[in-house]
């Protein structure tokens, strides 16, 4: 079948992402053109800055060098602009006068710089600030010439001033307000960046509006309208840009600010699509990267044929690394009438941070120097999160974010290069920025499938999205609004939870049917999401499907580092008998495990075990009593204890006793993440519930029950849920916040960040306040319960699975 073809008008960021996405869906479609003004392959604008600063080469900043568009089969025509369209005829006209013709055109035209329309603009030595050809032409009057004036204190000003004050130039920004980067800083920041950047060299010009550029041959001094006068060899227009249209006009499609766009990003010409910086949409314009790389992912499925996404906009959050500073903002950062803020400040160690809260809801944020957390408060004022439950820690940042152990001594991009980043996978934090640098990335999907970090438990998702901000700055790609569960459906985790339970949905292929997932058979990311919300919805009828399942909980065991196997059989409350351990110890000895080992959760650790021992071990451990610890497991692993009133002068409940009884409730239940709980015989608190996904502390008039605390890297304490009066309650409001855990939280997800979430006083509306609802919770999870209490050690010693623990016999 012929193929039909594809013209890409422009030979950025957007456009190229565009055919990137297009290619992973329909590689064989079109026959492709691509054609650009500038003489080069793709390369990443926004790190235009470190080449003008000499941190960089031209080569360093390339995302798609020439070998890319042969590998893919694409023509790239460089350094000869279009000039016209022809939409009759369907074909582009380029200012050589070259004929190209398209059955699908994409416009990717970007923006250009304005330029203040002043006397003198037109002088040599006045440039915008927008391309190689800018950078080059800066670094040669650098060469030659010392006096530069910037007019624009906005991001691109104070990144070109800093790179031409490296090269040697006395640098004056001027600036229209009396306030740097007005967009993105409130008043008090912007004087911190002003302070930090003048201790740095650069001079400032507030509230300067500038008359004329003087100048005969070449520009001499820029003139102010208070008459004042700055001389000048170079001066440099960063006022701002605007989208790049005119060849869009002149074609008779409609634009208004910019190329006016529907959901799909096709223009008024069924034929002409538009991404990026040219693009008008629901009446507004963009330029930061990730709202672009958004409308590129939409744009490609349509183009693809596989229309199934609408682009509804961006809310978006600004994240930049301005001379090395970092910073952040994000939604309604000034305050208005109504509104709270919260603020810590920190001159000596160059911090601020400031949170404006309207109804208990962050509706914008500010941070500078310390923007770790940015991401999550932009989370939190997306998805419009209550955060009274949380509110007094809140500019503490996320308790529950990794910090590879290093805490407040240093930040993630100060940390040495073999700084290990991802515990799970081994990833350092030299191999994250080398493969963000080296292969163009921008997306935390992107550093997931080229390095593995932060794929598996995602405790160091903060880690990473923070070392793409310090690497690629304004181009950091955070999570969409609306994040899709994996590449496989444009659904979210929501979605598919709700889906499942509304349409009644029993098995994975219905839900790939239903949902029209875009692989036959889903991928890594979804199906063991896939296998677990179907589990927890259908208890009893939904088949588990272990090949979903990750290796740990298929082999019913922790796989060590040598391919050998630990066994930890579960000792309810941390009880244990005396006929248990010599069972334990005649295990240790028959299968010659090489270590055994006490665990922090009040259990003990066989190491070495043969795999194909596994079901042998266990049948021995079974005939003694013991059954699964499931340590291996995303589910209920154990209750810890102190002796509490039975033995401890200080005891006020039995806590080992009840803590006996929750583990008995509990055990086996499969859960989104791992789960622990404990009971305190006191408010002294020797078995750390306060740092559990459940805690119970135990007082002279009853229990205080604590939810969603962890320990680990960082640790989060727990939120006090309510005060219950009987055990009979605690095991009530226990199995209530288990279940409604079990249902709505998202696969891989701790109770920590699931409560940060959704509010604590969800939660507590939930489980306290409305009395048949947590009875209904109650009910659902013992029902579960019912289905889940199997010992899957037991069915494995009788046969179950024995595929699994078969080891591979190679014939001679």
Known sequence: MTRRKLVVVGNGMAGVRTLEEMLKLAPDMYDITVIGAEPHPNYNRILLSPVLSGDKALADIVLNGHEWYEEQGIRLLTGDPVVAIDRAARHVVTASGRREPYDRLLLATGSKPFMVPVPGVDLPGVMGFRDIADVEAMLATARSHRRAVVIGGGLLGL?????????????????????????????????????????RGLRFLMEARTRAILGEDRVRAVQFEDGLEVE????????????????????????????????????????????????????????????????????ASHLAHVGHQRYEGSVT??????????????????????????VLQDPAQGVYKKLVIRDNRVKGAVLYGDTLDGSWYFQLLREGTDISGFRATLLFGRHDLGDAGHGDETRVAALPDDAEICGCNGVCKGEITTAIAAKGLFTLDDVRAHTKASSSCGSCTGLVEALLAATVGQGYDPAPSRKPLCKCTEHSHDDVIRTIREQELKTMAAVFDFMEWQTPDGCHACRPALNYYLLAAWPGEYVDDAQSRFINERAHGNIQKDGSYSVVPRFFGGLVKPDELRAIADVADKFQAREVKVTGGQRIDLFGIAK?????????????????????????????????????????????????????????????????MAVSGCPRNCAEATIKDFGVVCVDSGYELHIGGNGGIKVRTTDILCKVDTEEEVLEHCAA????????????????????????????????????????????????????????????????AAGEFTPLRIAN
Not at 748 to 771: F, I, S
């Open 159 to 199: 990144e070109a001033a800093n790179g031409l004050h490296r090269n040697g130039m006395d640098v004056t920004v001027v600036h229209l307000l009396d306030s740097l980067m007005e967009r993105q800083l409130d008043k008090p920041a912007a004087a911190l960046l002003r302070y930090a950047l003048e201790a």
């Open 232 to 299: 000048a060899d170079l001066v440099v227009m960063a006022v701002g840009i605007r989208p790049n249209i005119e060849l869009a006009r002149a074609a008779g499609l409609h634009c208004e600010r910019g190329i006016v766009v529907h959901d799909t990003l096709q223009t008024f010409d069924p034929g002409i699509y538009a991404v990026g910086e040219c693009v008008q949409h629901r009446s507004t314009c963009y330029g930061l990267v990730a709202p672009l790389f958004e409308q590129a992912r939409v744009c």
């Open 317 to 342: 959050s600004t994240k930049l690394k301005v001379t090395g500073i970092d910073l952040f903002s994000a939604g309604e950062f000034n305050e208005g009438e109504g509104d709270e803020t919260l």
């Open 612 to 676: 194909e021992d596994l079901p042998a071990v266990w049948a021995d451990l079974g005939q003694a009593g013991l059954v699964s610890g499931h340590a291996y497991g995303k589910a209920l692993r154990t209750c810890k204890t102190c002796v509490g009133s039975e033995w401890c002068r200080f005891g006020t409940q039995d806590s080992t006793g009840l803590g006996v009884r929750l583990e008995e409730m509990t055990w086996g239940s499969w859960m989104p993440h791992k789960f622990k």
């Open 737 to 800: 916040f288990i279940q409604l855990y079990r249902e709505e939280a998202h696969y891989l997800e701790r109770t920590a960040p699931w409560v940060e979430r959704v509010g604590l006083a969800y939660v507590k509306q939930r489980v306290l306040e409305d009395a048949a609802g947590r009875a209904a919770l109650v009910e659902r999870f013992l029902h579960s319960q019912r289905h889940a209490q199997v010992d899957p050690w037991a069915e494995r010693a009788r046969g179950a």
